[in-house]
């Protein structure tokens, strides 16, 4: 029989309260881990469930801990910094791993650790939330319907809800740092929003302007396509200023600024609410076409972005304690398929043109 347990780091956050909640609708049983006890502790308590304390830093609490499970769900970010660690501890224990980052350098990484994990029998699949599942299956859709593609363009966007702490505290740190876009197959610095369009999201028609979205790092892992841009919804009022980003951008990198930002981030609410998440829904448009100048476009509305974290990170953490994965380095539509995101309920997909 399936185990039904994994450990989920970062439990305490918002992102990680949210999906410690929804695990027994999936038949699961997180054991929640963090740093914080008197965080951790209640939260145990309200859901029935056990609880780990320890720090990433200390090696030999963490590992002493993942020898106990098969599988991590690690949701604490900025990414950039928490994901190294549990990655080499999930190496060392034979530990599956995934998470909910966007962040490319994360998906990098995990690259570079793709025979490694092999060796362990484990697989590691960053990204299982809204950061990347449904661009990574859109992506995969057209590549599919459009084998011959050479250009593939992602935007997402939002109707309501909000950011939580964590999201916000990712942009925040990331605030007058450059873009990236895939460039015959080279990942490719560039201005922040250096392009903008107008998209029609099917719900409604909105701006959007590139970012450096995990696709450029994932989409190309999936489908081979070597030009790739990532986009996402901003007024054209911001997009404009943007263009005079190069004299603000030091202000931005400043500690003072970053310091600034992360005060305001920590007075507001960790999250939306679940009214606002239930009024929200998120949107995801792609675009591929070929030398010959052919374009297919679709575009996917499902349920709000947290939700689509939570229920996506869900579903393929009881695929994989089910048995059902493949070794080392994995994007989450190149394992499962361009239908994984239809598992997410309220979700829909429908081809444009």
């Known amino acids: 029989m399936a185990s039904t347990s994994f450990l989920l780091y970062g439990a305490n956050g918002y992102t990680g309260s949210l999906i ?26 309200s859901i029935g469930a056990a609880y780990k304390v320890f720090d990433l830093q200390n090696a030999k609490a963490m590992d002493e801990i ?27 224990t034979k530990t599956h791993y995934i998470d ?8 990098e990484l995990a ?19 809204f950061d990347v599942v449904p661009t990574d299956c859109m992506a995969l859709f057209l590549k599919e319907k459009m084998p011959d593609a050479t250009d593939l363009k992602l935007a997402f966007a939002s109707l309501g809800g909000r950011l939580s702490h964590g999201t916000a505290t990712t942009m ?37 302007m590139t970012i450096p979205w995990g696709d450029i790092s994932t989409a190309y892992t999936t489908t081979g396509i070597p030009n790739i841009e990532t986009y996402t919804g901003i007024s054209p009022k911001t997009f404009k200023l943007l263009k005079y980003q190069n004299l603000f951008n030091w202000i931005l990198r400043t500690s003072f600024m970053r310091n600034r930002e992360l ?6 609410p960790a999250g939306p609410s679940d009214e606002q998440r239930s009024k929200s829904k998120a949107l995801v448009f792609g675009e591929v076409s070929n030398q010959a100048g052919k374009k297919l476009q679709a575009r996917i509305i499902g349920p709000d972005g947290y939700t689509i974290t939570a229920e996506a990170s869900l579903i393929i953490a009881k695929k994989i304690l089910e048995g059902n994965f493949k070794t080392g380095y994995q994007t ?13 309920k309220g979700t829909s997909r429908e081809m444009i043109s």
Do not use: N
């Open 111 to 129: 690259k570079k650790m793709h025979e490694a994990a092999k060796e362990a029998g484990i697989m590691l699949m960053p990204g299982v939330g």
């Open 332 to 344: 989450p539509a190149g394992c499962y398929g361009a239908d994984l995101i239809l598992e997410v």
């Open 172 to 208: 925040a740190l990331g605030a007058g740092e450059k873009s990236s876009v895939r460039r015959d197959g080279k990942i490719t610095a560039v201005p922040l929003g250096h392009k903008g369009m107008w998209v029609d999201f099917g719900l409604k028609k909105l701006f959007v």
């Open 263 to 268: 005060a305001k981030i920590k007075a507001k």
């Open 66 to 92: 993942l020898k106990e499970v098969s599988l991590v769900l690690h949701a604490a970010g900025p990414f950039k910094f928490t994901a190294k660690p549990m990655i080499e501890g999930c190496i060392r």
């Open 20 to 45: 410690s909640k929804m695990a027994a609708s999936f038949g699961l049983k997180p054991i929640l881990a963090g740093r914080r006890e008197e965080v951790l502790k209640p939260l145990a308590a």
């Open 100 to 107: 909910i980052t966007g962040e490319i350098q994360v998906y």
